[in-house]
């Protein structure tokens, strides 16, 4: 048997090793991602499927193609259990690598966190789905890019799809709505903007939070039971979801009537509550399942040789692990387009910065990237750092889930212009210079 004092030997020198190699500098033919990963804690469902699907993204592009016109890709994981401090330090650590390309936390309250710093240090943040929404707008905000949803549009796409139950938006005057929200930055980041829809459709709001983690929701589903609200927006993360569904379940509330936002649309979040989660509806920006193309290339490219993520098979093609792939796609084309101006190379983080700002991706490049269906479109600007906002509903039934609506654009006639509001405020406050399209085509090499 081996001696405690030889594993501490073998310990100590793994950790040296460890701290070493990442003080290195990256190799000039390879791009870095620094993951503030979260594998552990009460939201690891998520940060395990969407990471893991992000490294075997990377992975195929890697193992297929050797990188991206010759660059490879390298990361490194740093645990954050999804809290900020921790985040923070992952950040202060993992930025003395050189070449990076982009952050992708995946967490509203790091990212918060990391948004003056990613303005002094020029690499983008990128916060798929999540995030500050006036960071939408680059003329503010030229390092911070929500791609393919920000709260606010997804607030509006889930009041249009609401409406279309109704016979449209008229419909929905004197209905009840509730909004069951994670007590966290995240889960206020939208108090605003339902309050506003309410008051310009007519339905009146009730707004109740779930302290974090979400594990005891008793008292506030019998106010909701009071309430008798027509519907119930679950705006939860983690292990708030199921309970929410078990608990509505125990109060006599319908799952029909109960929609779930973009962080409450996965199979962890419904298969542990059974069936309490039959017919229950949720937002999504892209699609579940393993039958699309570039799910099956990375079954075959990188799990059937041994070298996936994702330690159970069966979450492959999972809404949390496509989130991942579709992440990875945004992340890899904006480096490819990227390089079309600066060079098959290595790339600093403006010049990432530039190709994100350039990210188009229509339906036929879509379908050419293997990933046809899985989400419909991206067209980023300089000043428009999601995207459309496309978004498609899907309804549990028990086992799988299954898509219940046609891609829905959110109201941007509405959104634009209180986005602009609060980013040239933020301006403002912190004497920041609103960028011109002539000043975001200027690069730092």
């Not at 911070?144 to 008229?170: D, M, R, W």
């Not at 039958?291 to 098979?313: F, H, M, Q, R, T």
């Not at 890899?332 to 190709?355: M, N």
């Not at 036929?364 to 269906?373: C, E, H, P, Q, Y």
């Given at each position: ?5 030889t594993?501490?030997r073998?310990a100590?020198?793994?950790l040296?090793?460890?701290?070493a ?8 033919d390879?791009?870095?991602f ?8 009460p939201y ?12 075997d ?5 890697n193992t297929?193609d050797?990188g991206?016109n ?7 994981e ?5 809290e900020v ?6 950040y202060e650590r993992?930025?003395s690598r050189?070449n990076?390309?982009a952050?992708?936390?995946?967490s ?6 990391m948004?003056d710093r990613?303005?002094?240090?020029k ?6 789905n999540?995030?500050r929404?006036d960071s ?5 905000f030229p390092?911070?890019?929500?791609l393919?949803l920000?709260?606010?549009?997804e607030?509006s796409?889930i009041?249009n799809?609401?409406?279309s139950?109704?016979g449209?938006?008229?419909g ?21 903007i ?7 459709y007519?339905?009146?709001v009730q707004?109740i ?13 019998l ?6 609200p027509d519907y119930v927006v ?8 199921p309970?929410?569904?078990?608990t509505?379940?125990?109060?006599g ?6 929609v ?24 999504t920006?892209q699609a ?7 799910v ?5 490219s ?7 993520n994702?330690?159970d098979k069966k979450?492959?093609?999972s809404?949390?692990?496509n989130l991942?792939i ?7 084309e904006?480096i ?8 098959k ?9 530039w190709?994100?700002?350039h ?10 990237l293997?990933a046809?269906?899985l ?5 980023v ?8 906002g496309y978004?498609?509903f899907?309804?549990?039934?028990g ?6 609506s046609?891609?829905?654009a959110p109201?941007?006639k509405l ?5 602009e509001?609060s980013?040239?405020?933020y ?6 210079k ?5 000043e ?5 090499n």
């Amino acid at each position: 048997m081996t001696s405690l004092k030889t594993l501490l030997r073998t310990a100590a020198a793994g950790l040296v090793f460890s701290i070493a190699a990442a003080a290195l500098p990256a190799q000039a033919d390879e791009q870095y991602f620094p993951l503030q990963s979260y594998r552990v804690g009460p939201y690891a469902a998520g940060g395990t499927g969407f990471f893991g699907g992000f490294i075997d993204y990377m992975n195929l592009i890697n193992t297929r193609d050797g990188g991206v016109n010759g660059v490879k890709l390298t990361w490194d994981e740093c645990e954050t259990q999804y809290e900020v401090e921790r985040g923070v330090e992952c950040y202060e650590r993992q930025k003395s690598r050189a070449n990076a390309a982009a952050w992708n936390p995946l967490s509203v309250g790091i990212a918060y966190a990391m948004i003056d710093r990613i303005a002094t240090d020029k690499v983008p943040l990128i916060t798929v789905n999540h995030g500050r929404t006036d960071s939408t707008d680059g003329r503010v905000f030229p390092y911070v890019f929500p791609l393919l949803l920000n709260p606010y549009s997804e607030t509006s796409g889930i009041v249009n799809y609401l409406a279309s139950k109704e016979g449209g938006l008229e419909g929905l005057k004197g209905k009840k709505i509730v909004v069951l929200y994670h007590g966290s930055p995240y889960g206020k980041e939208t108090i605003p903007i339902y309050d506003l829809l309410a008051e310009k459709y007519g339905f009146t709001v009730q707004q109740i939070e779930v302290p974090h983690p979400g594990n005891e929701q008793q008292s506030q589903w019998l106010t909701i039971r009071r309430a008798k609200p027509d519907y119930v927006v679950l705006r939860g993360w983690g292990v708030m979801n199921p309970v929410a569904l078990k608990t509505a379940q125990k109060v006599g509330f319908p799952a029909t009537k109960i929609v779930g936002n973009v962080w409450s649309n996965s199979e962890e979040d419904v298969i542990p509550a059974g069936d309490a989660a039959i017919g229950y509806t949720a937002i999504t920006t892209q699609a579940s399942g393993a039958d699309y193309p570039i799910v099956k290339e990375i079954v075959a490219s990188i799990y059937d040789k041994g070298l996936g993520n994702l330690e159970d098979k069966k979450r492959i093609g999972s809404v949390y692990h496509n989130l991942g792939i579709v992440n990875g796609i945004l992340n890899v084309e904006a480096i490819r387009i990227a390089q079309e101006k600066f060079g098959k190379r290595t790339l600093t983080g403006d010049e990432v910065r530039w190709g994100f700002e350039h990210l188009k991706l229509d339906e036929a490049k879509v379908a050419a990237l293997g990933a046809k269906d899985l989400f419909h479109s991206i067209n980023v600007s300089w000043d428009n750092h999601e995207g459309e906002g496309y978004v498609t509903f899907q309804q549990w039934d028990g086992k799988k889930w299954n898509v219940v609506s046609d891609w829905i654009a959110p109201d941007w006639k509405l959104l634009r212009p209180i986005i602009e509001k609060s980013s040239e405020a933020y301006a403002k406050e912190k004497n920041i210079k609103i960028r011109t399209s002539a000043e975001a085509e200027n690069v730092l090499n």
